[in-house]
Protein backbone atom coordinates (compact mmCIF):
# COMPACT_ATOMS: atom_id res chain seq x y z
CA UNK A 1 0.00 0.00 0.00
CA UNK A 2 1.46 3.30 -0.88
CA UNK A 3 1.63 6.74 1.53
CA UNK A 4 -1.24 7.85 -0.38
CA UNK A 5 -3.56 4.77 0.11
CA UNK A 6 -2.34 4.60 3.89
CA UNK A 7 -3.22 8.35 4.35
CA UNK A 8 -6.59 7.58 3.26
CA UNK A 9 -7.05 4.55 5.38
CA UNK A 10 -6.08 6.80 8.18
CA UNK A 11 -7.90 10.10 7.62
CA UNK A 12 -10.20 8.92 4.91
CA UNK A 13 -12.81 11.85 4.45
CA UNK A 14 -10.45 14.97 4.95
CA UNK A 15 -7.97 13.41 3.15
CA UNK A 16 -10.05 12.69 0.26
CA UNK A 17 -12.11 15.87 0.76
CA UNK A 18 -8.76 18.32 0.81
CA UNK A 19 -8.12 16.12 -2.90
CA UNK A 20 -11.27 16.66 -4.12
CA UNK A 21 -11.86 20.64 -3.01
CA UNK A 22 -8.42 21.47 -4.29
CA UNK A 23 -8.66 20.09 -8.07
CA UNK A 24 -12.16 21.75 -7.90
CA UNK A 25 -10.18 25.03 -6.94
CA UNK A 26 -7.84 24.52 -9.86
CA UNK A 27 -10.55 23.63 -12.20
CA UNK A 28 -12.67 26.62 -10.87
CA UNK A 29 -9.20 28.99 -11.32
CA UNK A 30 -8.86 27.59 -14.76
CA UNK A 31 -12.69 28.23 -15.89
CA UNK A 32 -12.23 32.08 -14.51
CA UNK A 33 -9.25 32.30 -16.63
CA UNK A 34 -7.08 32.90 -13.38
CA UNK A 35 -4.70 30.45 -15.02
CA UNK A 36 -1.26 30.42 -17.05
CA UNK A 37 -0.54 27.69 -19.54
CA UNK A 38 0.26 24.74 -17.66
CA UNK A 39 1.91 27.16 -14.88
CA UNK A 40 1.63 28.40 -11.08
CA UNK A 41 0.45 26.23 -8.28
CA UNK A 42 -2.06 25.57 -5.39
CA UNK A 43 -1.50 23.54 -2.04
CA UNK A 44 -2.99 22.70 0.93
CA UNK A 45 -1.41 21.26 4.25
CA UNK A 46 -2.64 17.97 5.47
CA UNK A 47 -3.51 18.66 9.34
CA UNK A 48 -2.13 16.06 11.53
CA UNK A 49 1.03 17.77 12.52
CA UNK A 50 3.51 16.66 9.49
CA UNK A 51 5.16 18.87 7.07
CA UNK A 52 3.11 17.17 3.94
CA UNK A 53 0.75 18.96 1.79
CA UNK A 54 -0.71 18.45 -1.21
CA UNK A 55 -0.41 20.14 -4.66
CA UNK A 56 -1.14 20.32 -8.32
CA UNK A 57 0.85 18.28 -10.59
CA UNK A 58 3.64 19.37 -12.85
CA UNK A 59 2.36 19.46 -16.66
CA UNK A 60 -1.32 19.11 -16.81
CA UNK A 61 -3.99 22.49 -17.23
CA UNK A 62 -5.85 23.21 -14.19
CA UNK A 63 -9.45 22.51 -16.04
CA UNK A 64 -8.60 18.76 -16.14
CA UNK A 65 -7.32 18.07 -12.77
CA UNK A 66 -9.06 15.91 -10.93
CA UNK A 67 -8.52 14.82 -7.12
CA UNK A 68 -6.66 11.47 -7.99
CA UNK A 69 -4.22 13.90 -9.84
CA UNK A 70 -2.99 15.84 -6.67
CA UNK A 71 0.36 15.07 -5.36
CA UNK A 72 1.44 14.72 -1.85
CA UNK A 73 4.49 15.84 -0.86
CA UNK A 74 6.93 16.74 2.24
CA UNK A 75 8.70 19.68 3.38
CA UNK A 76 11.71 18.99 1.18
CA UNK A 77 10.41 18.73 -2.15
CA UNK A 78 9.96 14.72 -2.10
CA UNK A 79 7.23 13.23 -3.47
CA UNK A 80 5.78 11.00 -1.25
CA UNK A 81 1.66 10.10 -3.41
CA UNK A 82 0.90 10.90 -6.92
CA UNK A 83 1.43 9.53 -10.16
CA UNK A 84 2.93 12.71 -11.77
CA UNK A 85 6.13 14.94 -10.93
CA UNK A 86 5.40 18.59 -9.40
CA UNK A 87 7.63 21.26 -10.72
CA UNK A 88 10.59 22.54 -9.03
CA UNK A 89 9.52 26.34 -8.69
CA UNK A 90 6.18 25.12 -6.87
CA UNK A 91 8.06 23.27 -4.16
CA UNK A 92 10.25 26.14 -3.21
CA UNK A 93 7.50 28.87 -2.57
CA UNK A 94 5.03 26.67 -1.75
CA UNK A 95 6.86 24.42 0.92
CA UNK A 96 8.29 27.87 2.55
CA UNK A 97 5.22 29.73 2.41
CA UNK A 98 3.83 26.80 4.76
CA UNK A 99 6.43 26.28 6.80
CA UNK A 100 7.38 29.82 7.83
CA UNK A 101 4.16 32.11 6.84
CA UNK A 102 2.24 29.09 8.50
CA UNK A 103 -0.54 29.51 6.25
CA UNK A 104 -2.53 26.30 5.40
CA UNK A 105 -3.72 26.83 1.62
CA UNK A 106 -1.26 29.00 -0.83
CA UNK A 107 -2.89 29.78 -4.03
CA UNK A 108 -0.16 31.15 -6.09
CA UNK A 109 -0.80 32.90 -9.65
CA UNK A 110 -0.04 35.03 -12.33
CA UNK A 111 -3.26 35.67 -13.15
CA UNK A 112 -3.66 38.92 -15.79
CA UNK A 113 -4.93 42.44 -13.64
CA UNK A 114 -3.61 41.36 -10.22
CA UNK A 115 0.27 40.87 -12.07
CA UNK A 116 -0.10 43.86 -14.36
CA UNK A 117 -0.38 45.86 -10.24
CA UNK A 118 2.56 44.50 -9.81
CA UNK A 119 4.37 45.84 -12.33
CA UNK A 120 3.57 49.31 -11.47
CA UNK A 121 5.60 52.04 -9.23
CA UNK A 122 3.11 50.70 -6.31
CA UNK A 123 3.41 47.34 -6.65
CA UNK A 124 -0.16 46.13 -5.75
CA UNK A 125 -3.75 46.90 -5.30
CA UNK A 126 -4.95 49.92 -3.53
CA UNK A 127 -7.76 48.68 -1.29
CA UNK A 128 -9.25 52.03 -0.53
CA UNK A 129 -10.80 51.95 -3.76
CA UNK A 130 -13.64 49.24 -4.56
CA UNK A 131 -15.81 47.88 -2.44
CA UNK A 132 -13.59 44.63 -3.56
CA UNK A 133 -10.75 45.68 -3.19
CA UNK A 134 -11.74 46.84 0.70
CA UNK A 135 -12.27 43.33 2.01
CA UNK A 136 -8.25 42.95 2.01
CA UNK A 137 -7.52 46.22 3.30
CA UNK A 138 -4.66 45.41 6.25
CA UNK A 139 -4.37 42.07 4.81
CA UNK A 140 -1.91 42.62 1.88
CA UNK A 141 2.28 42.92 1.39
CA UNK A 142 4.23 43.67 -1.07
CA UNK A 143 7.34 42.46 -2.29
CA UNK A 144 9.19 44.73 -4.51
CA UNK A 145 12.39 42.84 -5.26
CA UNK A 146 12.09 40.72 -8.23
CA UNK A 147 15.09 37.61 -8.55
CA UNK A 148 13.91 35.43 -11.61
CA UNK A 149 12.42 32.12 -11.20
CA UNK A 150 12.44 30.66 -7.64
CA UNK A 151 14.72 27.87 -7.84
CA UNK A 152 16.68 27.96 -4.68
CA UNK A 153 15.27 27.21 -0.85
CA UNK A 154 16.49 30.79 0.12
CA UNK A 155 14.14 32.60 -2.52
CA UNK A 156 10.78 30.84 -1.77
CA UNK A 157 12.31 31.73 2.11
CA UNK A 158 12.60 35.53 0.96
CA UNK A 159 9.23 35.80 -0.58
CA UNK A 160 7.77 33.85 2.51
CA UNK A 161 8.99 36.26 5.11
CA UNK A 162 8.08 39.16 2.68
CA UNK A 163 4.94 38.76 3.57
CA UNK A 164 5.46 39.77 7.00
CA UNK A 165 2.13 37.77 7.93
CA UNK A 166 -0.02 38.94 5.10
CA UNK A 167 -2.89 36.95 3.69
CA UNK A 168 -2.35 37.90 0.28
CA UNK A 169 1.40 38.89 -1.28
CA UNK A 170 1.78 41.03 -4.60
CA UNK A 171 5.39 39.58 -5.88
CA UNK A 172 6.68 42.56 -7.94
CA UNK A 173 7.05 41.73 -11.93
CA UNK A 174 5.77 38.42 -11.06
CA UNK A 175 2.11 37.55 -9.78
CA UNK A 176 0.35 37.26 -5.94
CA UNK A 177 0.14 34.70 -3.26
CA UNK A 178 -3.21 34.15 -2.16
CA UNK A 179 -3.22 31.95 1.66
CA UNK A 180 -6.31 31.23 3.73
CA UNK A 181 -7.14 28.93 6.40
CA UNK A 182 -9.30 26.73 3.95
CA UNK A 183 -9.52 26.20 0.47
CA UNK A 184 -12.98 27.50 -0.17
CA UNK A 185 -12.01 30.57 1.97
CA UNK A 186 -8.39 31.37 -0.14
CA UNK A 187 -10.14 30.68 -3.30
CA UNK A 188 -13.07 33.15 -2.79
CA UNK A 189 -10.03 35.62 -2.06
CA UNK A 190 -8.12 34.60 -4.99
CA UNK A 191 -11.17 35.21 -7.75
CA UNK A 192 -12.12 38.59 -5.93
CA UNK A 193 -8.34 39.99 -5.20
CA UNK A 194 -8.48 39.48 -9.55
CA UNK A 195 -11.86 41.29 -9.43
CA UNK A 196 -10.39 43.86 -7.55
CA UNK A 197 -7.76 44.65 -9.78
CA UNK A 198 -9.34 44.24 -12.78
CA UNK A 199 -11.55 47.40 -11.56
CA UNK A 200 -8.72 48.99 -10.58
CA UNK A 201 -6.90 48.79 -14.01
CA UNK A 202 -10.22 49.68 -16.01
CA UNK A 203 -10.37 52.69 -13.55
CA UNK A 204 -7.27 53.94 -14.30
CA UNK A 205 -7.58 53.39 -17.70
CA UNK A 206 -10.07 56.31 -18.35
CA UNK A 207 -7.60 58.70 -16.96
CA UNK A 208 -10.03 60.25 -14.65
CA UNK A 209 -9.19 61.26 -11.10
CA UNK A 210 -10.15 58.10 -8.28
CA UNK A 211 -12.15 59.08 -5.58
CA UNK A 212 -10.55 56.26 -2.83
CA UNK A 213 -12.62 56.05 0.55
CA UNK A 214 -10.98 56.43 4.11
CA UNK A 215 -8.98 53.98 5.40
CA UNK A 216 -11.34 54.02 8.03
CA UNK A 217 -14.01 52.72 5.78
CA UNK A 218 -12.18 50.38 3.92
CA UNK A 219 -11.51 48.46 7.44
CA UNK A 220 -14.80 48.58 8.44
CA UNK A 221 -15.63 46.76 4.96
CA UNK A 222 -12.61 44.40 5.58
CA UNK A 223 -13.87 43.70 9.14
CA UNK A 224 -17.30 43.35 8.17
CA UNK A 225 -16.56 41.11 5.48
CA UNK A 226 -13.96 38.97 7.57
CA UNK A 227 -17.29 38.37 10.10
CA UNK A 228 -18.94 36.99 7.08
CA UNK A 229 -17.48 34.08 5.20
CA UNK A 230 -20.50 32.07 4.92
CA UNK A 231 -20.84 33.20 1.65
CA UNK A 232 -16.96 31.88 0.40
CA UNK A 233 -18.43 28.75 1.09
CA UNK A 234 -21.63 28.87 -1.06
CA UNK A 235 -19.62 30.34 -3.52
CA UNK A 236 -17.19 27.45 -3.42
CA UNK A 237 -20.40 24.78 -3.41
CA UNK A 238 -21.96 26.57 -6.65
CA UNK A 239 -18.47 25.97 -8.30
CA UNK A 240 -18.78 22.31 -7.09
CA UNK A 241 -22.12 21.83 -8.58
CA UNK A 242 -20.83 23.96 -12.01
CA UNK A 243 -17.37 22.27 -12.88
CA UNK A 244 -17.79 18.30 -12.00
CA UNK A 245 -14.61 16.03 -12.54
CA UNK A 246 -13.46 15.92 -15.89
CA UNK A 247 -14.06 12.30 -17.31
CA UNK A 248 -11.39 9.94 -18.10
Not at 38 to 61: A, E, K, M, Q, T
Not at 116 to 121: E, G, K
Not at 124 to 152: C, E, I, P, W
Request: aromatic share 6%; with cysteine.
Amino acid sequence: MDTLSRDIVAHPLETLSLRADLALALRAAAHHGLEEGVCNHFSVVIPDGSDRFLINPRGLHWSEIDADDIVMVDGDGKRLAGHHEVETTAMFIHAAVHRIAGKACVLHTHMPYATALTLTSRRMLDTTLSQSAMRFHGRVATDGKYNGLALTPAEGERIARAMNGADIAFLGNHGVVVCGERIDYAYEDLYFVERACEAEVLARSTGLPLEPVAPEMAQFVADQTAGERLQSTLFFEALRRMLPPPRR
